[in-house]
Each structure stands twice: as C-alpha cells, then as structure tokens.
C-alpha cells in the first residue's frame, strides 16, 4: 500500500479521493445533464433546486462543519485562510484585467471574472469535503467570506459596462453561506449545546449538497451547444484557472510552512472551474452569457483530471 502511495516521489494519498469524488461529481453531473436535456426537470425546477442548495443544503453543510473543538491552533489557521483568500484574490482583480486587456470585448469581461471568481463554494465546499472532511469545509466556508466579498464588488467594474441593478453590502456578506459561518463560529465559541436531533437533521441535509449542487450544475450545462463549445478563448481560460493559477497559488503559499489543511484547501478552491455566478451576471450586464456557459461546461468538464493531478504536488 505504501508503494502505492508514494510514486516517483509524488504522494498518492489524496490523489485516489480526489479522483474517485470528481468521477462520482461527474456521473452527478452527466445525471443533471440528461435529465435536463430530456426534459425530466423543468427550468422552473433547476431555480428551485439551486435555491434549496444555496439557501438550504449549502448553509447546513457549513454549519456542520463548525462542530469541532476550537483550538488556538484551529483558530490561527482559520485567520490565515481568511488572509490568504483575501490577498490572493485581491492580487487576481489587476491580473485578470492585465492577462485579458487585448481579448475580444464582447468576451473581456466573462475572461476576467472567470480568471477571478472560481467555483469554490458551490463545487468547492462539496469536493474538500469528500476528500479532506469537515475540517476543510471549516477552513472553506473561511475563505469564502472574503472572497465572496471581493470578487462580488469587483464584478460590478468589470461586468457593469451598461446599467445594472447594484447588490448592496448587506447582499454581499448577509448570504445564507455567511450567515452559516456566523452562527457555526458562535456554536462554536459559545458554551452551546444544541439537541441532538437539530446536529443530525443538518448533517443529514448537508449531504444532500454535493450530489444536488453538481446534478444542478449539469441541469444548466444541458443549455450548452456541444458543437460550439471549444475556442482559443475558452482553452486558454481553462488552462489558466485550472493550471497556472493554483500551481502558483501552491508555489507562493508553501515557502511559509502553512499547515497541510490550510495549503490544500486554499489552492483546492483556486483550482476549481469558473463560477457559475458568471452566466447570471454577464446576463444581467447584458454581456456574453453563452460564452460564460461554454467557459464552465469546459473548465468543469476539465477539472475531473486537473484537479487530482494536481493533489501530487501538494
């Protein structure tokens, strides 16, 4: 067993989860995806669906997550998650705007949002749970916090080339994900004890959301042209947000001796496909909400590889 999990010097003990949970997200995935085109679920149905999980299933996974003993090791790392989210994200906004600046107009924006904003949460939060357990849904549900915050406002510059209806700061850190933080820091913090019977009905539905977040996300998928999926614009966006970025994330973060959960959570979620959040602004911005489609039908499609290949160097 050993051998198998040390190979040419590259360690296999998380590469075999890793590549088991995106083989099992993908048959969800392909499950959403054939209902959707054979009209199993109705579009009113997939709304329904993705608002179960983010406002439901997501929340309850999250506070689940916080049910463990808090430790000034625990809490230290959590701070460092929230500063490594923060900063990197941060350094993404003039990056993206830099890697994109001579791309198609109609595209720039869903470009730089994509190179911003990956699916950390909806795909995210499912996959670290899988392979590294609650303790990464803790640290993951931290990183969002920032992230979510940053990356909402910075959307508004890059997307908002005609007028569009403004989230305030309450829209941005009063979502049910960071509402579940809030409360599973107290739970935690505060001398709490909760009947039981509450714990496991929220164990019990935060499981339901990573087969319901990846089957919804297939249901969407299901809109994509298959014929017209692949251009420069969209391989060069998948190489870079599923590739380069976490690598160079894994390249500046390990010189710090960060702790293993920290590292791997943190460029984990740097490598996840580009955000669905990106079809429903380009939408809403009036900009090129097809190409947002095509760029996370390939980028999730290519992260089933990408993202174990990329456990080996962790």
Known sequence: ???????????????????????????????????????????????????????????????????????????????????????????????????????????????????????????????????FGNEAVFFASLFLIPQRSITWSAAISIFSRSEGKKPTWKQLIFIPGNIAVFIGLAYMLLPITLPSVLTDVARSIG?????????????????????????????????????????AVLLILRPFGFDFMVLATSVVLFAMPVGVNSVLLAKQWNGDYLFATRCIFVTSAFSILTAPFLTLLL
């Open 1 to 131: 067993m050993k051998v198998l999990q040390n190979i040419g010097g590259y360690k296999l003990e998380y590469f075999f989860p890793m590549l088991h949970s995106q083989t099992v997200f993908f048959l969800y995935l392909a499950i959403g995806f054939i209902i959707r085109r054979k009209n199993v679920v109705s579009e009113e149905a997939i709304k329904g669906l993705v608002n179960f999980i983010l406002v439901v299933a997501l929340p309850m996974m999250i506070f689940s997550a916080f049910d463990l003993q808090m430790t000034p090791e625990l809490m230290f790392n959590g701070f460092t998650v929230v500063m490594i989210s923060t900063v990197i994200t941060i350094l993404m906004i003039p990056f993206g705007k830099f890697l994109w600046r001579r791309a198609d107009p109609d595209k720039q924006a869903v470009l730089e949002f994509g190179t911003l904003m990956p699916n950390a949460g909806f795909a995210g939060i499912p996959l670290v749970y899988a392979v």
């Open 207 to 247: 499981t339901t959301a990573p087969p319901l977040s990846m089957v919804a996300v297939g249901c969407m998928l299901a809109e994509v042209n298959l014929r017209q999926i692949f251009d420069k614009a969209v391989l060069m966006l998948s190489a870079m947000r599923l590739i380069i970025i976490p690598i």
